[in-house]
C-alpha cells in the first residue's frame, strides 16, 4: 500500500474520512485522531520496508533535535542548523543515483522543508511558542500531505488542526473536499493514464517531430498526474478540518515565467521564495555582491532555482532544468524592468497572448529538460 494509490489505501481512507467527518459535524476535537490516523498510515506503508522505518525514525528524532536547538541557541547559529538539518536530504539524493538508496523513505524532501521553515521562523521570533515532540510528529506525518506535499505552513497548521469550525463553514469546506478528491481521482486515473499509456506508445525516432510529440504529452502527463495527487490530498484535508493551501492554479494560462511559478507547485515556489530567494537578495544586497539591484535579483533567482534544481535530485536533468529556469526567471527579470518594448506592450491584448504561446512553450521545453529525454536522445546519437 502507499499513499494515495491502490484499492486497499482507499477504502481505508474512506473509513479515516467518515470518522473525521463524523467528529468535525458534530464540533469535537480533531488532533488525537488525526495524529492517530496518520500513524496508522505511516506504520502501514513505512513498514512495509525495515530500512525505510530506520531511517524515517532517525530523521524524525535528529530533524527534532535540531528544532529543539533553534529554540535555545542565538541566530548566529542558524546557519549551521539548517546545513545539518539538510544533510539526511543531501545524502538522500546522492545515493539515490546509487544502488545504496541510503536515508531513502518517502517524503524525505517534503519534511526536510517543512523542518527548515520552524527552525528559520523560530529564529526570526515569528514562531515564540515551543512545538511538543507530538506537534511535530502531527505536522510531518500529516497523511494526505507526505507522499508529495503540498508543503504546509507549521502555524498555519497547527492553527486548523486545533480550531473547532462552524458546522456551516465545516460543511461547505467538507463538499469542496469531496469534489476535489473527486477530480482529483479524475485527474491521475483517468486523463494521467490515457496520456502515459499515448506517451508509451511512442517510438523513440530520435527525430525533432518525437521529440515535440514527447514533449507535449510528457508535460501533460505530469501535470495529471501531480495536480491530481494534490487535489486528493487538499480534498482529504478538508474533509477532516484542515485547509491544505492549493499546489495549482490554472498553470497552462500563465502569461509570463514569474506568473507561471505563481500557478504550479505553488507551495514550493512560495517556500523557495520566502526561505531562498528573499534572503540570498537581502545578503547580497547587505554585502554588495553587485552594484544594482537588478543584478544582486538575478542572482538570487539562479540560486533560488538551482536548489528548486537540486531538491528534485541530483541527475544531471534536475540540474540542468533548475539552471534552465534560473536563467528564464533572471532574464525576465532583466527584460522587465530594463525594456521599453515591454513596458509600453504589456497590457495590450496581442502582447499578452504572444507572451503566453512564448512562456508555455519556454515550461514545455523545461518540463522535456526535467524528463531526462533529452540526454537519452544525445547518448542515442553518440552511439550512433
Excluded at 141 to 152: A, C, N, R
Excluded at 235 to 241: A, E, K, P, Q, R
Aim: hydrophobic letters at 50%.
Amino acid at each position: 500500500m502507499n499513499y494515495f494509490e491502490g484499492l486497499e489505501f482507499f477504502l481505508f481512507l474512506l473509513i479515516v474520512l467518515c470518522g473525521g467527518f463524523v467528529l468535525n459535524f458534530f464540533g469535537k476535537k480533531k488532533e488525537v485522531y488525526i495524529l492517530a490516523i496518520s500513524l496508522i498510515f505511516a506504520g502501514t506503508i513505512y513498514g512495509q520496508s525495515k530500512k525505510m522505518v530506520v531511517y524515517l525514525v532517525a530523521f524524525i528524532i535528529y530533524q527534532y533535535l535540531l528544532v529543539m536547538l533553534s529554540n535555545r541557541l542565538e541566530k548566529k547559529w542558524l546557519k549551521t542548523l539548517s546545513l545539518l538539518s539538510v544533510v539526511p536530504l543531501v545524502i538522500n539524493k546522492i545515493f539515490a543515483i546509487t544502488s545504496l538508496h541510503l536515508m531513502a523513505f518517502i517524503g524525505i524532501s517534503y519534511m526536510s522543508f517543512k523542518t527548515i521553515q520552524i527552525m528559520i521562523e523560530i529564529s526570526d521570533g515569528i514562531i515564540k511558542e515551543k512545538y511538543s515532540f507530538l506537534d511535530y510528529l502531527q505536522f510531518l506525518l500529516f497523511f494526505p500531505t507526505v507522499s508529495s506535499g503540498p508543503i504546509d505552513r507549521s502555524r498555519r497548521f497547527f492553527d486548523d488542526i486545533k480550531t473547532i469550525m462552524p458546522r456551516e463553514a465545516y460543511l461547505e469546506l467538507a463538499g469542496t473536499g469531496v469534489y476535489r478528491v473527486v477530480l482529483g481521482l479524475l485527474y491521475k486515473i483517468m486523463f494521467s493514464t490515457y496520456v502515459y499509456q499515448m506517451l508509451s506508445a511512442l517510438k523513440n525516432t530520435g527525430t525533432l517531430t518525437y521529440s515535440v510529440k514527447y514533449m507535449y504529452l510528457y508535460t501533460l502527463y505530469l501535470f495529471f498526474d501531480f495536480a491530481g495527487y494534490s487535489l486528493m490530498a487538499v480534498g482529504t484535508s478538508n474533509i477532516l478540518g484542515v485547509q491544505t493551501p492549493m499546489n495549482f492554479n490554472k498553470p497552462f494560462l500563465s502569461i509570463d515565467i514569474k506568473d507561471f511559478w505563481t500557478r504550479w507547485h505553488i507551495t514550493l515556489s512560495t517556500w523557495l521564495r520566502d526561505f531562498v530567494f528573499s534572503r540570498v537578495l537581502m545578503n547580497a544586497m547587505k554585502k554588495k555582491l553587485f552594484k544594482s539591484r537588478l543584478q544582486n535579483a538575478s542572482f538570487a533567482y539562479m540560486v533560488n532555482m538551482c536548489v528548486m534544481g537540486f531538491w528534485h535530485g541530483l541527475s544531471i536533468s534536475y540540474v540542468i532544468y533548475g539552471v534552465y529556469h534560473g536563467f528564464l526567471m533572471a532574464g525576465f527579470e532583466w527584460y522587465q524592468k530594463k525594456s521599453k518594448f515591454y513596458k509600453k506592450n504589456k497590457n495590450k491584448t496581442w502582447y499578452k497572448l504572444t507572451s503566453w504561446f512564448v512562456t508555455m512553450h519556454l515550461v514545455f521545453i523545461g518540463f522535456f529538460i526535467f524528463s531526462g529525454e533529452p540526454l537519452k536522445l544525445i547518448m542515442s546519437i553518440l552511439k550512433r
